[in-house]
């Protein structure tokens, strides 16, 4: 099937141009002016802004956690995602303590296969790394396509690991080309606070903000920046929420060291003023917690400075009902909240309309740089001759409020419920299918592809 979008204005992380958009089958075949050609489905894009699909490198779907799972699933997540223009997500596996990675990765088939509308890939998040663990990194590089392994500094006793894992996890993910993703923020120190605000009887969500201040944050960093320093790993730290985190980054520039950063969509535009609303405040119960304005500011400016080159969402959503298994103690909140669906809308709204960020800068960080620093471009996150034909089709002009009563995520709140956004996505394509139009989703769960991982270089 051939597609011809007309007359939009494309854009890409370094091009900007009005033009016309052939697409053959899978893949676009030609960009140009007056294209002469005639297709099986014509698309009037006059007057709006075609972007490459969006690309979300951190969700988790129908993730196990406390006895229950976070509440969209692979279908939900990923229709939800389209409707927002984000045509691929990376969601992460989780290793057992004990078990094998190759486990995990059974385990988390099971519920991924067959079941994805849109895109998908995924983090291998390392949780037990020892000498049969060592002997299966090779295989994920390259026989899996998964090179990207997730580590956490936190979660101590269920996911934490320790530095002298985490230095030799990365000199053996070095060694075959793949990339180290951290949740850095210092495990010891948020287990002793957690326990500290308990023992005093302060159970409310606020205090789940107090037991992880930004200290946890910027000593962990910077302690995972010098790690991957020593070891020479390519390092990505995941939601990166602020000032003192961000400067540690920044100090490791001075020695010509990169490190990836993402931030997500909620610590660009909330703060921590949300957590003093009582147990309302369990909505934004997240980790990282939110922060304050200063850090908003500070994480917006990084992107400009090329400091952050990601933005992303964390999505793991937990109904009301699963929420409040914390009511009576904030340290029994599931983390996480929805936001999948509403990224690419809300950073065109609060990032490009309102002046923050250019339209270039937009794609990069919404779509191309995920694709970049994770093995997948030019397949993903830019419109080119041969790249997958994933394609987002925006109203700039078009104004709408989100609200949980019209999205699509399986969840029951919504974390910017009546926000008004200006710019609505209006159709999407998926490797050349029209995934959505007039509010319609046209494919079905499956037609999501497992996306196979090229190496990474550490570099963008
Ligand atoms: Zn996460």
Redesign the pocket.
Same mark, same amino acid.
């Given at each position: 099937m051939s597609i011809l979008i007309k007359n939009g204005r494309i854009i890409t992380a370094d091009a900007d141009q009005v033009a016309d958009l052939y697409i053959n089958d899978e893949t676009v075949q030609a960009i140009g002016k007056d294209l002469p050609w005639k297709a099986d489905k014509e698309i009037d894009a006059t007057g709006k802004l075609v972007f490459p699909g969006g690309i979300d490198p &951190?969700v &988790?779907l129908d993730m196990p956690f406390m006895g229950t799972f976070s509440s969209d699933n692979y279908e939900t997540g990923t229709r939800a995602a389209l409707f927002g223009g984000t045509t691929m997500v990376i969601d992460?596996i989780l290793q057992k303590q004990g078990n094998s990675l190759h486990a995990a990765l059974e385990e988390w088939r099971s519920r991924s296969d067959n079941n994805c509308v849109g895109d998908y890939s995924f983090h291998m998040a390392v949780t037990d790394f020892n000498e049969n663990t060592r002997k299966e990194i090779k295989d994920f590089t390259d026989k899996e396509g998964i090179t990207s392994f997730k580590t956490f500094m936190a979660y101590k006793g269920a996911l934490m690991i320790d530095d002298r894992q985490m230095v030799g996890l990365m000199e053996e993910v070095k060694k075959w080309g793949g990339l180290i993703n951290v949740h850095a923020t210092n495990g010891d120190m948020i287990d002793y606070l957690i326990a500290k605000h308990k023992d005093e009887g302060k159970l409310s969500p606020l205090y789940h903000y107090l037991s992880q201040p930004e200290v946890t944050e910027a000593e962990a960093s910077e302690r995972f920046a010098d790690m991957a320093y020593y070891t020479g790993c390519p390092g990505y730290i995941?939601?990166l929420t602020c000032e003192g985190a961000l400067n540690a980054v920044r100090n490791a520039t001075r020695r010509n060291q990169k490190v990836f950063v993402e931030t997500c969509i909620q610590y660009l535009l909330l703060d921590a003023t949300l957590y003093e609303k009582d147990f309302d405040g369990a909505k934004w119960v997240m980790s990282p917690p939110l922060r304050q304005t200063k850090d908003q500011e500070t994480l917006w400016a990084g992107i400009n400075q090329g400091l952050v080159q990601v933005v992303a969402t964390?999505h793991?959503p937990f109904k009301w009902e699963q929420k409040k298994m914390g009511e009576k103690d904030f340290s029994k909140i599931p983390n996480g909240h929805p936001a999948i669906e509403h990224r690419m809308e809300l950073l065109y709204s609060e990032g490009v309309n309102k002046g923050r960020i250019t339209l270039n800068k937009y794609v990069e960080i919404a779509c191309t740089n995920p694709a970049k620093i994770f093995g997948m471009f030019p397949r993903k996150g830019t419109i080119a001759v041969g790249s997958d034909a994933d394609i987002v089709i925006i109203d700039p002009n078009e104004k709408h409020r989100i609200s949980s009563k019209t999205h699509h995520m399986n969840v029951d709140y919504s974390a910017y419920e009546g926000r008004e956004l200006t710019g609505k996505v209006k159709t999407v394509l998926l490797r050349g299918k029209v995934a959505i139009e007039n509010n319609h989703c046209h494919i079905d769960k499956g037609y999501g592809k497992f996306i196979k991982r090229n190496k990474v270089e550490g570099k963008i």
């Open positions: &951190h &988790h992460f995941v939601h964390d793991c």
